[in-house]
Nanobody, 124 residues
Framework: EVQLVESGGGLVQAGGSLRLSCAAS????????IGWFRQAPGKEREFVVR????????YYADSVKGRFTISRDNAKNTLYLQMNSLKPEDTAVYYC?????????????????WGQGTQVTVSS
């Protein structure tokens, strides 16, 4: 059974930082590109960032570029998202997702497996 389990969400003040983790099991982790998406109340799910299977290539949404950093530890089957300079508009449920495709890009349909999400709330 494939499982992606996010953790690290919480409540933080604007300007603060959080580090999200996504632990994967049931897949050969380094065969997958991994992405982070988020969904705010009343809004559609939004692409945040993607990292390729080796960790050598990343692609960020403009809204988080320069503030968020994605990384992965293939030995630990774990993905990370370091979020700095958080803004109230970053408030959302954050999901990690795994794709067998190379260069799945920002389309949620290109991702095969999803975690259950972790809530991030940024207060002003």
């Amino acid at each position: 059974e494939v499982q992606l389990v996010e953790s690290g969400g919480g409540l933080v003040q604007a300007g603060g930082s959080l580090r999200l983790s996504c632990a994967a099991s049931g897949i050969t982790f380094d065969d997958y590109d991994i992405g982070w998406f988020r969904q705010a109340p009343g809004k559609e799910r939004e692409f945040v960032v993607r990292i390729n299977r080796s960790g050598g290539s990343t692609y960020y949404a403009d809204s988080v570029k320069g503030r968020f950093t994605i990384s992965r530890d293939n030995a630990k089957n774990t993905l990370y998202l370091q979020m700095n300079s958080l803004k109230p508009e970053d408030t959302a449920v954050y999901y990690c997702a795994a794709s067998r495709s190379s260069w799945p890009g920002s389309a949620a349909d290109n991702y095969d497996y999803w975690g259950q999400g972790t809530q991030v709330t940024v207060s002003s």
